[in-house]
């Protein structure tokens, strides 16, 4: 929470990348990002009332997905400003998902063209990025377009898709069986590495190596388990394949979670003048104990509520 | 300090490695004390904090009582009651407040 501050900067220039620069003789440009926050109908009506009171933007639709509310803006508008501004109507907004895969297939350029053709029109695909010229041939896509959808498109161009990046998620599982959930991820192709951390009520799932977020949720599936992603599709996640020395380009970017359940309470139970909570918890010694109440009579506290993100 | 769920547990955000380097990493979201406390003893070297810190419980009862996600500021007279609360952050998290708060009311 600390870095908040800078980082919603660049995260609003991750929104436009190379775009990131307006010109005014473009044509209006349709991009897409994710709102999280309250989804019921009157809370959708307000978010595109909030959009729209920018005269520059000239259309807005909404669909809710998994993730929050997809947003696809046509029109110019200052990414950082449209943050702030739903920010006070309750909405944090996030740059698209990127999924990058390995391309397996033909190389010559009428049939990169084919790929390119069949990725772009799957739904929500916003933007296809191909590296013709990596060894091996890369492709990232921005948006929401399912991972199955991309690689059904692109079988039928004639090319197999191989997804890159980690994916972290929390399972809700057993702990016996937290082996035969082990068992039905490795058995994916391209699954390198595989962490499960017994935590309470479940247990967090990290998978790095060549993996595609649908294919995992469905081998997951498959074995009986359901997998919850901790987190969703993000910017170049080929990134968290390998740790960089400090000093090289780090392409970092914050991205705004959804609230836990019950975190946005419509309505807070403590008041100015009322009686604080009373609470014991555990200090940073990980072995003395503090209670707030001991503190009654003796002198005022400043409780500073965070977290290191 | 209390310590409390990640704010942005999907971040990509530069992290201490241990060995003085930093590198890209994900800070998980805690769901235990004992990740709690392995977040917090890292953000307190990192922003070499000397407040005391406290990490909220398994099942977030002190973040929930206080509704205090992402981030939140109290004041909490000696007499138990709260004197100061801050709305919701990070646009009300305003420590010029509480600064303006404690001056007019800590003697």
Known sequence: MFRSALCAVLAACAFLGPRCTANAQDLPQTRSMVAIGPSADGDLKRLREAILRNPDILDVSLRPISSGVLVRITGEFQPQELMLSLRSIGFDLMPPPTRSYMVSGPKDEAGLRRLTTALEAVPDADQVMLSAQADPVTVRVRGEASGLALLAAAKTAGFELTGMGSYAARVTVQPAALPKLREAVLRLPGVRQITLREVVGGATLDVRGMVDDDQLIGAAKGAGYEIRPLAAAGPNRAALAGAQPSGAAAPSGERNSPPGVGERAPEDLTKVGGVAPDFELLMKDGKSRVRLSDFRGKQPVILIFGSYT | ?107
């Open chain 2, 1 to 107: 300090m209390v310590y409390i769920r990640e704010a942005h547990p999907d971040s990509l955000l530069n992290v201490e490695t241990g060995d003085g380097n930093t590198a890209l990493g994900i800070v998980a979201q805690t769901y235990s004390a004992v990740d709690r406390l392995a977040n917090l003893q890292q953000c307190v070297h990192l922003l070499q904090l000397t407040m005391p810190a406290l990490i909220d419980s398994d099942d977030n009862a002190v973040n929930r009582a206080y509704a205090a996600w992402p981030d939140r500021l109290y004041a909490v007279n000696s007499d138990g009651t709260i004197g100061f609360k801050s709305g919701p952050g990070p646009m009300g998290f305003k420590s010029a407040d509480l600064a303006d708060w404690l001056k007019a009311n800590v003697k």
